[in-house]
């Protein structure tokens, strides 16, 4: 535990100022609660097109409309290696060891923070001024063909700042609109077919409007995001520590708000009095053994591994929809020798869903090298989307489960287990 963040039970100002340098919300009087928009929630908010939303959108959920979140922030019986949060200086136990705020109190909060958010801090003038700086960008490039562009040469032409200038580029790359010219990928061109077909900025317009956003639906997409109708309860921490879980799920209930509850499993206890239940579970399924959990997940509690089997016992009885997700890592907690007992186990717990989804190299996800004392180079742990492609075929193969769903930009894939496969996974009601 860190001692200068935690005070005669109590979590420091410290704390929060250490997490509020980014763009977390740290939620209610006791400081145990946070929301965060995520990389999605932007995404959406500028084009307000469905394919700029999250994984989450086979299952009909809206990046943009969704509150992610989280009652126990700092707390966690786990320090995974593939944790993107600051677990080395930024948790504070195992245990939810401070007084729980009210769960009403935390959701109405949560909803004011993220109104002002969309309001002061993602404002609608950034994406309508983003939809025309990628004209600007497209056209000057259009003007310029014969030459390369970076991020500092089209700042200086255009006249406007890196920051949007790589808001801008980000999007049109994603669209394949521009192409990268060097391994790097800091240099790029436009479009051969692009360059091929357009001749003027009206031209251009008409292409961006068609293929990728207009003002319209940018302005919907915000006025949307205003009223979130989605709770991810996923963000950080371990969320069934917070010993009001149950009532914090009937207040977005309450609301007429889907659930989802993201758990790493080692409170059945938890799971077997959750009520009402999320509209839809998730539990972490982080290796195919017990060895390989505990140099995954370096568990802070004794019968981890068990814990988590209960837990997927439990699965079946649940009325509610459930995943059992697999973080992967390449070569550490999935390959190819692991398929085989990943499919024993979800055969035995018969979940609606599988999910393998790729872990992230990002924020202090970087520090796995340092976290499992390694020689090996950082990128040799990030699985690649063929690499988990593949291993999702063999997957498919060997458990006769069906692979309903892929989704290249999230590295995610999506298997029907106690569900037809014909049957659309949209979620229809709270």
């Not at 009001?244 to 790493?264: A, G, H, L």
């Not at 890592?329 to 390959?335: E, G, P, R, S, V």
């Not at 742990?381 to 769903?405: M, R």
């Amino acid at each position: 535990m860190n001692n200068r963040f935690i005070i005669d039970n109590k979590i420091t100002n410290e704390f929060v100022e250490s997490y509020t340098k980014t763009t977390y919300r740290i939620i209610g009087d006791n400081k145990h609660s946070s929301i965060k928009p995520c990389h999605w929630f932007e995404q959406r908010l500028a084009t307000g097109r469905d394919n700029r939303n999250c994984y989450k959108g086979v299952f009909g959920i809206q990046s943009h409309r969704c509150l992610q979140n989280t009652p126990s922030l700092p707390f966690c019986n786990h320090q995974c290696v593939f944790c993107w949060r600051d677990i080395e200086s930024g948790s504070l136990g195992s245990e939810f060891i401070v007084e729980p705020d009210d769960p009403k109190f935390l959701v109405d909060e949560m909803l004011r923070h993220h109104k002002d958010i969309v309001k002061n801090h993602l404002p609608l003038r950034r994406y309508l001024d983003n939809y025309e700086i990628m004209i600007d960008i497209l056209y000057f490039i259009l003007l310029n063909c014969n030459q390369t562009h970076n991020i500092n040469s089209l700042s200086n032409n255009i006249h406007v700042s890196k920051n949007k200038i790589e808001r801008a580029v980000t999007l049109l790359k994603n669209q394949e609109f521009i192409k990268p010219t060097n391994s790097s990928y800091d240099s790029f061109r436009l479009d051969n077919d692009v360059n091929g077909c357009i001749g003027s900025r009206e031209e251009l317009e008409v292409l961006i409007n068609r293929e990728l956003t207009s003002p319209d639906e940018i302005m919907q997409a915000h006025s949307e995001a205003m009223i979130p109708n989605h709770a991810a309860i996923s963000l950080d921490g371990e969320p069934l520590l917070y010993p009001r879980i149950s009532e914090f799920v009937q207040e977005f209930k309450n609301r007429n708000m889907t659930t989802f509850i993201v758990t790493n499993g080692t409170l059945p206890e938890i799971i077997e009095k959750l009520d009402p239940l999320p509209t839809q579970l998730y539990i972490t399924l982080p290796a195919s053994n017990e060895k390989v959990y505990k140099k995954t997940c370096r568990p802070m509690i004794k019968n981890g591994w068990n814990n988590i089997m209960n837990s997927l016992d439990l699965v079946k009885s649940l009325s509610c929809r459930s995943v059992v997700r697999l973080t992967a890592i390449k070569d550490l907690n999935l390959n190819e020798n692991m398929i085989n007992e990943y499919a024993k186990i979800i055969e035995k717990a018969s979940p609606n869903f599988f999910e393998m989804k790729g872990f992230t190299l990002q924020a202090k996800a970087l520090l796995i090298k340092e976290r499992l004392k390694t020689e090996k180079q950082v990128q040799a742990f990030f699985p690649e989307y063929d690499y988990l492609e593949d291993l999702a075929l063999k997957f498919e193969k060997v458990s006769g489960f069906p692979l309903i769903y892929k989704n290249k930009a999230s590295r995610d894939f999506l298997f029907a287990i106690n569900w037809d496969k014909d049957k659309d996974p949209k979620i229809t009601n709270p």
